[in-house]
């Protein structure tokens, strides 16, 4: 069953045409990739989803619903999580106080403080430590933490490997699995390819604002064309 689907959105910044039609379809339980250059509308996508740049034309449903203007508080209470680009945890909050704040978006349970730090023992270790004071890896943690503190049954993530080490990559990657087999439903939008295709079961590829090529991962993996000409690799 889909639990989020977007029809043919066209989303603008004032005169600017960004989402020029674009379409995709999340199943339960499954990552969706979603990997274009830079500037491509990405972000766009996510703001469109989320509500905090709604589409001119086109729809948005989750989970059956109509959301298209919905806003952000209230999508997010009918539980969509985000983990914004960059990151964005409070800077001069503590670890905890990020987590706290993201509390009681709904009624489910299902994440608790101690979810979160078992999930991220470093953010246990670092819970009274401002957020300004935490590696780019650890404030990633923290932002995906602060996601799950809503008690999603989808979570955006975007780009969230951008900035990242080798190794703390990993550590997000394995999170981010565990989650799936959860039954967490995921879209992942990323820049990096080789990335997202470990952990996404479909991919779509965008470019100017629309979906020029979905497919499963390792056929992607294996069009050269679409690799060089949509990706840049
Ligand atoms: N707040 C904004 N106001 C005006 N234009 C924007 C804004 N945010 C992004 N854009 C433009 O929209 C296009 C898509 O940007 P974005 O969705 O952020 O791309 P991506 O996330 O794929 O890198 C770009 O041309 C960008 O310059
Ligand atoms: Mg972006």
């Not at 957020?131 to 969230?160: F, H, V």
């Amino acid at each position: 069953m889909a639990i989020l689907e977007v029809e043919d959105i066209h989303t603008y910044y004032g005169d600017s045409y960004v989402l020029q039609g674009l379409s995709l379809v999340l199943e339960e339980g499954r990552i969706l990739g979603v990997l274009g250059r830079n500037g491509v509308g990405k972000t766009t996508l996510v703001n469109s989803v989320v509500g905090f740049n709604p589409p001119r034309r086109g729809r948005i449903l989750f989970k059956g619903q109509d959301i298209t203007h919905t806003p952000s508080f209230a999508t997010v209470r009918l539980g969509m999580g985000l983990v914004p680009q960059g990151r964005r945890v409070f800077p001069t909050l503590s670890v905890e106080e990020n987590l706290k704040v993201a509390q009681g978006g709904n009624n489910r349970q299902r994440w608790t403080l101690n979810g979160i730090y078992e999930l991220f023992p470093r953010l246990l270790e670092r819970q009274r430590q401002r957020a300004k004071t935490l590696s780019g890896g650890e404030q990633q943690m923290l932002a995906i933490g602060r996601g799950l503190m809503t008690n999603p049954d989808c979570l955006i993530m975007d780009e969230p490997s951008e900035g990242l080490a080798p190794l703390i990559i990993r550590d997000v990657w394995d999170v981010i699995s565990k989650l799936k087999r959860e039954g967490l439903s995921i879209l992942l939008v990323e820049q990096n390819v080789a990335l997202a295709l470990k952990l996404v079961d479909y991919v779509h590829v965008i470019s100017k604002g629309t979906v020029v090529h979905s497919s499963g991962p390792e056929e992607l993996w294996g069009n050269e064309e679409v690799k060089s000409r949509h990706l840049g690799i």
